[in-house]
């Protein structure tokens, strides 16, 4: 099945302790992004990545880093997670680029304190 | 730049009566536009894309939006609602200059429909 995973589905972490939440795509996408959604504000794009090694900024990158040694996986990384980095995160990815639709993950809850 | 704003953050209509969602954009190159729905406690899931071809879109489920570049508007419409359209609608641009490859998120707008 097609799919986009994201693991873990809920995290509750300590500020300042370091975590990854992994993404992976079964689909030979090109292009996976991060985004946040938060009550109010709709969904932000964190970082996106239009190939192996070829990553850039969204508009919410401060607090987060990506890296895409593998087509296939784009993991979050949270260096020092801190109270205002919790949030819902979806991971999406899509055959070419931003035009081509996109198929997002199930979501990871987040929770700092 | 790119930017949206979805003007209602919350809609209510009743089961088989229209539906409108307005959304609003700002593009400083030939954008493209797009609608996401989300289910409760769900992924989002593409309703319909606008990248420069036909200006009336339509998508699944009976959806279509219109394209109004003097207006700078790309509504969401339905002629009749059903209570599984019940979600969060969320409209998408992003510009279509060289180089990039950002999407920008409206903050949504909650469909309620009523029995």
């Known amino acids: 099945e097609a799919q986009v995973t994201q693991n873990p589905r809920y995290l509750i972490t300590v500020t300042g302790k370091k975590l990854t939440v992994t993404c992976s795509q079964n689909?030979?996408?090109?292009?996976m992004s991060w985004y946040r959604q938060d009550p109010g504000l709709g969904l932000r794009q964190i970082y996106y990545?239009?190939?192996?090694?070829?990553?850039d900024k969204g508009d919410v990158p401060e607090g987060y880093k990506v890296s895409r040694k593998e087509k296939r996986n784009f993991p979050l990384i949270l260096e020092s997670p801190s109270p205002n980095q919790t949030s819902l995160y979806f991971c999406?990815?899509?055959?070419?680029?931003?035009?081509?639709?996109?198929?997002f993950g199930p979501g990871t809850r987040l929770t700092v304190l | 730049a790119q930017s949206v704003t979805q003007l209602d953050s919350h809609v209510s209509v009743s089961e088989g009566t229209p539906v409108l969602l307005r959304c609003n954009y700002s593009?400083?190159?030939?954008?493209?536009l797009f609608w996401y729905v989300q289910h409760p406690n769900k992924g989002l899931q593409l309703l319909l894309k606008?990248?420069?071809?036909?200006?009336l879109v339509k998508g699944i489920n009976g959806f279509e939006a219109e394209f109004k570049k003097s207006e700078t508007s790309f509504h969401l419409t339905k002629p009749s609602a059903h209570m599984s359209d019940a979600a969060e609608y969320f409209c998408?641009?992003?510009?279509?200059?060289?180089?990039?490859?950002?999407?920008?998120f409206g903050t949504g707008t909650r469909l309620t429909i009523i029995p």
């Open positions: 990545s239009m190939n192996v090694e070829v990553t």
């Open positions: 593009s400083s190159y030939s954008p493209s």
């Open positions: 999406a990815s899509s055959l070419f680029g931003r035009t081509d639709t996109q198929y």
């Open positions: 689909m030979n996408h090109e292009y």
């Open positions: 606008y990248t420069s071809a036909a200006t």
């Open positions: 998408v641009v992003s510009d279509s200059n060289f180089g990039n490859e950002k999407l920008t």
